[in-house]
């Protein structure tokens, strides 16, 4: 368990909450050099800190639309470039377009209510 002060775990937090910035600036925040802090993460975290940010950066967008946020709001929110950018992650990272991603909550959540077929 990481201690509420280590850095690594600073770090972890300020790329969920994606405040950090880049890898350079988050290992900077914390007091380290980069070098460390993607040592570091590779043995604790499993993932690089990058792949790390990439997917904390995909939850949020997630969280996001399940809360029926739109997506170019999502996207420039988030940080992507635009609107496609983000829709190329999203496939690339969730293995579906959001159109689809959406379609299969909708019906999940109509499955839920006792409106699916089941």
């Given at each position: 368990a990481l201690d509420a002060r280590d850095p690594l775990r600073?770090?972890?937090?300020?790329?969920?909450?994606?405040?950090?910035?880049?890898?350079?600036?988050?290992?900077?925040?914390v007091g380290w050099t980069r070098r460390r802090l993607e040592?570091?993460?590779?043995?604790?975290?499993?993932?690089?800190?990058?792949?790390?940010?990439?997917?904390?950066?995909?939850?949020?967008?997630?969280?996001?639309?399940?809360?029926?946020?739109?997506?170019?709001?999502?996207?420039?929110?988030?940080?992507?470039?635009?609107?496609?950018?983000?829709?190329?992650?999203?496939?690339?990272?969730?293995?579906?377009?959001?159109?689809?991603?959406?379609?299969?909550?909708?019906?999940?959540?109509?499955?839920?209510?006792?409106?699916?077929?089941?």
């Amino acid at each position: 368990a990481l201690d509420a002060r280590d850095p690594l775990r600073l770090a972890v937090d300020r790329m969920t909450d994606g405040v950090g910035g880049s890898v350079a600036d988050v290992a900077a925040g914390v007091g380290w050099t980069r070098r460390r802090l993607e040592r570091r993460f590779r043995a604790e975290v499993g993932l690089s800190p990058k792949a790390f940010a990439r997917v904390a950066r995909f939850q949020r967008v997630v969280r996001g639309l399940e809360g029926g946020a739109r997506l170019v709001d999502l996207a420039l929110d988030a940080g992507y470039a635009d609107q496609p950018h983000l829709a190329r992650e999203f496939k690339e990272l969730a293995g579906v377009t959001v159109t689809a991603w959406r379609a299969e909550q909708h019906g999940l959540n109509d499955a839920l209510a006792g409106g699916g077929a089941g």
